[in-house]
């Protein structure tokens, strides 16, 4: 069973966050709520406080496939002034393990230059942040070990991409159907 730590900072956007966790959990994949803050109650940038699973100082992310970066703000700079989330990112990434981000979350990424070269998504007006990458308008993009998507609109597609980065298409496809997911072109 694949593992993933969602960092979870003061001020995202829940849905970012909650969205993909409930498909990733779905489809059987063991997802932990990480705080990146001092207490495990964390309140998102429209109000909702809700309990994470754990503090992220006293998670062991070793054996852990990805870790995933919800966006929102102010919890794109909350992840991103933690010294714990960028080490993380940049060990899963130099391991080939998989990295997440979505909505203004990917300029984490862009700012560490892990996406140079690489296809990527993001939040329209973020995009100088993705440095180096090819910005993709689509809702979710996989490129190597990164996974990254637009935005709250495309937390669905986005957690099916990750369910199909750690589980593959098949396993992807039939969740897609379970929830009644079907885009135009599959009609």
Known sequence: MSKVCVFIAPGLEECEALVPTDILRRAGVEVTLAAVSEEKWVTGSHGIRFETDCLAQDLDLSGYDMVF?????????????????????????????????????????????????RRAACYPGFEPELEGAQVCLEEAVADGPFVTGRGLGTAVPFGLALVEALEGRPAACRLAGQIVWMHEEQA
């Open 69 to 117: 970066l919800p966006g929102g703000m102010p919890g794109t700079k909350n992840l991103e002034a933690s010294e714990l989330v960028r080490q993380a990112v940049c060990d899963f990434a130099a391991q080939g393990k998989k990295v997440a981000a979505i909505c203004a979350a990917p300029s984490v990424l862009g700012h560490l230059g892990l996406l140079k070269g």
